[in-house]
């Protein structure tokens, strides 16, 4: 596995390979401290293309609040060697100045109602750091498909709306979440939780799931109630910080009045802090 550690770097080894034959990459962006659910990622950007490349960066102008990207779980010599494990042909870890060249600082994108709803409310600032960093990213190492995780729904769509925005030549491909055997979905900042926590955090699939199967003949804002409750409990160990419904396409929140009309698509969304670890987690209900 050639690992790169500068665009020049990058750009040599992409002709390289562009020479010797006729290459698709498939290009997965990450933050480091990987797991089963990047690696999914990757396994699918293997199957789908001739080669496959990882990029591993913290991105500071996502970060809204300075704690959370000081405690950051960072892991570099493991994930080389699970890159490397899992045949992946090369590993991205780019330079701030080069992903940044006018400084480190967001650009600003028309994200509609994505910047209001949801985290786009909850957290100012974000998806236009995320949006800035894929840009600079997909320009450095233009695949021709990149893999990004339903866990962070409304990421995907913030980058699917970013690429149409620039007219950008990439097919975003968007994979289902990867859960531990208890549901949890996995995430780097699983490593912040303490046992404790770590053993209440499954209540926030079960919760999910549970919606799933009662949706209908409620209306949601009692479905609403009844996930608070099952994932709550009665030790305090999670605080939800929001239970939102919205459209799947344009995740616009539902009408939470009365039940819903049979078979109507409903996307769950829940954000719990756990202790040290915020969680974010969707469903299709
Ligand atoms: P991150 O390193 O957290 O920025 O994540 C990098 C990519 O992996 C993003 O597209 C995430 O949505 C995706 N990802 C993270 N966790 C999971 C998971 N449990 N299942 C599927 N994709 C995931």
Request: aromatic residues 6%.
């Amino acid at each position: 596995m050639h690992i790169l550690h500068s665009l020049s770097d990058l750009q040599s080894r992409c002709a390289h390979w562009r020479a010797e034959s006729v290459i698709t990459i498939g290009f997965v962006p990450t933050m480091g401290a990987l797991h089963e659910g990047h690696m999914s990622l990757v396994h699918r950007a293997q199957r789908e293309n001739t080669r496959c490349i990882v990029s591993i960066y913290v991105n500071p102008t996502q970060f809204n609040n300075p704690t959370d990207l000081a405690s950051y779980p960072q892991k570099t010599e493991e994930d080389v060697r699970m890159l490397q494990a899992a045949g992946c042909d090369a590993v991205y870890f780019p330079q701030a100045a080069e992903l940044y060249p006018q400084g480190m600082q967001a650009k600003q994108y028309d994200l509609g109602r994505l910047e209001e709803l949801m985290e786009g409310g909850a957290r100012p600032g974000h998806y236009q750091g995320v949006a800035t960093v894929v840009e600079s990213l997909l320009a450095h190492v233009q695949p021709a498909k990149a893999y990004f995780g339903l866990k962070d729904y409304q990421q995907v769509a913030v980058i699917r709306r970013m690429c149409t925005l620039l007219q950008l030549p990439v097919t975003i491909v968007a994979c289902p979440t990867a859960r531990a055997m208890s549901g949890l979905a996995l995430s780097s900042r699983n490593a912040l939780l303490s046992e404790a926590h770590g053993l209440a955090a499954p209540r926030i699939y079960q919760s999910l799931q549970w919606a799933a199967l009662n949706r209908d003949g409620f209306p949601l804002s009692k479905l609403r109630e009844a996930m608070l409750e099952k994932i709550q409990g009665t030790d305090g160990l999670l605080r939800v910080e929001y239970i939102a419904f919205g459209d799947p396409a344009s995740l616009e929140p539902l009408d939470e009045t009365c039940a819903l009309p049979m078979n109507t698509p409903v996307q769950a969304f829940v954000v719990t802090q756990a202790g040290a670890a915020r969680l974010i987690d969707n469903e299709a209900i």
